[in-house]
């Protein structure tokens, strides 16, 4: 608010106390001049009822004289009182009306002098902050239409009008893209479903071969299928042939075993190429050659079971860890072409493979790996390829594996191609490491992790010193592999900086029940730390520029070794502010390291003293010093950083005459940590500006205050000293009215 809308607004108010007041002295005013009228009348009357009553007789010597006397004076009483009682009233009915009127007034001029001290007594700040509040809020929008019909949509009881859906109402249906599946099923197998009310309501009826529970979307699901025994083929109808896909997001298990079917021309196995929750699958069809697409089964990761068992089967190479990573059993009868390179890998699983007559042999190497296999050939004509490893094992008695017209290998090759070890626990990892069955190896805790790739076994107190041992893959075939406990498998390694030396990680595995030694550049790492698996730490007391190193890991009987290079991340200058020859703050700029036990820095030959030192920025003290460019030499927890094209130091500009201030006081130096370089060389100090801001708002300040205490009379605010001036006045007239008053009522009496 500008200094003239105050004096209009303090003007106003001024107006509106002198109005109040002079409403106020005139109620006052008629006030008194009814009190005066009123008190006349009823002094009067008052009186002369009283001289009327107290004429009594003054004797009693006859009772008849004295009766007469009383009733004659008591009539001229009545009479004359009767006249009195008249003007009088007359009188009062007018002072009635009178104070009725002035009455009314006197109660305004009250409110207008209550209403304006209320409006003085509360503070100018309280009219504008409720002009100010926020109304940005959007209103509440209620929705009022179509209350009769479906409402779909209703609005909350909040400012913002917040969409909210009903929940829908659970039902025991299912839905139209589920119940469509059904209904293809039951046309399809016969199972005597033939509309879609029929199909949603499969759940609700318990039809035999589905079950279903509700999801939380609150509808019905078909989480298992089973037709199996069926008795008879009920007709349901033609299935429809334009879906691509059933619809089960729920499924779980899937099992048709079937003799009949209503078009034998379609594949099933085209058609279960999206059930994201299926775990298993089983379809045996005697009456119908199934080919299994490229696509079967494509979204069910958690599939762990296949039995196909209809004949003329083909077998893709899907079936392995990547497309079916859970996978663990797989049945396939009446394969009419060979099992394909790939089939199984990565896979622990159980494996069942019925060949056609005259079907080509081959057991490919990713079948190593299954847990176990029966392969049957009927009279194969050739052998495309045989795996080593059923080569080798294929006659063990526990018949795990089984694969008929195969001859026993004499000459069985066992590769190991590495050692890990962990605690206790010896891992091996190679080709034709067999099966582990149990009662046939040496060590008896020799298990399989993957068949044929990966044995482990725990090794007892008594070989924890050992150097070597041989383990027996088959006592029964005699197949067995001496190994090294000494084994060495270093992989990569890393060293950065710590205060006066390196810390050293390599990722190595060994066997910590023998003693093993760490050297870096040839001198020995302490302080070592493993954690049995794969990760080594230890420390090097020894500072080191940057270069190629080499890590060497060894025991009493192996070695291996790791070249690395070294990069330091400190101390490392990047840039300097510029420094006058008379000295002053220098500040560093760059990386500095987290630990710092120890910090020091020189320029040109000279100690500058550190002030703050942290991970990006060193500010120090410096004396007097050569102008040019200087020598800086930077120290941190025992690394070095030189150079002579970071700080630059300037000469000192010698002082006018004519410069020279003439006041007593000195000037003020700029701090050189707040002194920044320009664009052109110069040196700003920001203090400066700040000071000049800072003054002018000092000055703003008190030019206000000064309109403030002009405003302002014995500290009080002009219009609360004009409206107590008011005040005063009303009531010392008010004073004076009345005694005036009060000396008439006086003078009449």
Known sequence: MTNRQQQQQQQQQQEIIALSSLSLVLATTDMVRYKQTSNHNYYSSFSFSSSSSSSSPSSSSSFNNHTNNHNNNHNNHNNHNTNNNENSTSSFKKSIKSFKHHNHFVYLSIFIILFLILIFTIPPSYGQMSLTKNTNKPPRVINNNNNNQNNNNYYNNNENGVNIKPIPITKNTIDNREAESVLWLSKQYGLGIKDIVAAKEVCLRNIVGFKCDSRPNNRYHVLEINLEGLLEFSYSGIPNPTIKYLYFPELSKLTIISPKVQNPSINLLDLVGDLPKLTHFQLRNQKRQYLIPNNFLETSKNLNLVIIGNDGTNVPAIFNKIRFPLLNHIELFNVHEPIPDGFGWGLKIDVSVTLQPNIAFNLPDSLCSVQSLKYTAFSPDEM??????????????????????????????????????????????????????????????????????????????????????????????????????????????????????????????????????????????????????????????????????????????????????????????????????????????????????????????????????????????????????????????????????????????????????????????????????????????????????????????????????????????????????????????????????????????
């Not at 004499?410 to 050692?419: A, F, G, L």
């Not at 626990?425 to 034709?432: A, D, L, S, T």
């Not at 582990?436 to 992790?449: H, Y």
């Not at 060994?510 to 990760?535: A, K, L």
């Open 384 to 749: 495309v390829n045989v795996a080593s490893c059923f080569q080798c094992y294929s006659t063990i008695p526990q018949r795990r594996i089984s694969v008929s017209h195969l001859e026993p290998n004499s000459e069985c090759v066992v590769q190991i191609t590495d050692i890990r070890f962990n605690g206790t626990r010896v891992i091996i990892h190679g080709n034709n490491l067999g099966w582990a069955f149990e009662g046939d190896t040496i060590p008896n805790t020799l298990d399989s992790v993957i068949p044929n790739q990966m044995l482990q076994y725990q090794r007892s107190e008594l070989s924890f010193n050992r150097l070597d041992e041989v383990i027996t893959f088959s006592k029964n075939l005699g197949i067995s592999e001496r190994i090294s406990l000494t084994r060495i498998n270093l992989e990569d390694a890393t060293a950065i900086q710590s205060a006066y030396g390196l810390m050293v990680t390599i990722f190595v595995n060994f066997n910590t029940y023998i003693e093993h030694t760490v050297m870096f550049d040839q001198f020995e790492c302490f302080n070592g730390q493993y954690d049995g698996i794969r990760v080594y730490t230890c420390q090097v007391s020894i500072t080191y520029p940057r270069g190629q190193y080499e890590i060497v890991v060894s025991n009493s009987r192996e070695s291996a070794s790791k070249r690395i290079s070294l990069e330091l991340d400190f101390p490392i200058v990047k840039s300097s502010n510029i420094i006058p020859q008379t000295g002053g703050m220098v500040t560093l700029d760059g990386h500095f390291g987290f630990i710092k036990k120890h910090v020091a820095v020189e320029i040109n030959q000279q100690c500058c003293r550190i002030r703050l030192a942290n991970w990006t920025t060193l500010i120090c003290e410096l004396g007097p010093t050569t102008p040019g460019p200087a020598d800086l030499v930077v120290s941190v927890d025992g690394y070095l950083y030189e150079s002579s094209r970071i700080v630059n130091i300037i000469p000192s500009l010698p002082l006018s005459p004519t410069r020279i201030p003439i006041s007593s006081q000195q000037p003020q130096q700029p701090n050189a940590s707040t002194t920044k370089t320009t664009k052109d060389g110069s040196i700003s100090n920001p203090i400066d500006s700040n000071h000049h801001h800072l003054s002018s708002q000092q000055q703003e300040q008190e030019q206000e205050q000064q309109e403030q205490q002009k405003q302002l009379i014995f500290g009080l605010p002009i219009y609360h000293v004009v409206l107590f001036e008011v005040i005063g006045v009303t009531f010392l007239v008010l004073l004076f009215m009345l005694s005036r008053a009060r000396l008439k009522s006086k003078r009449t009496d």
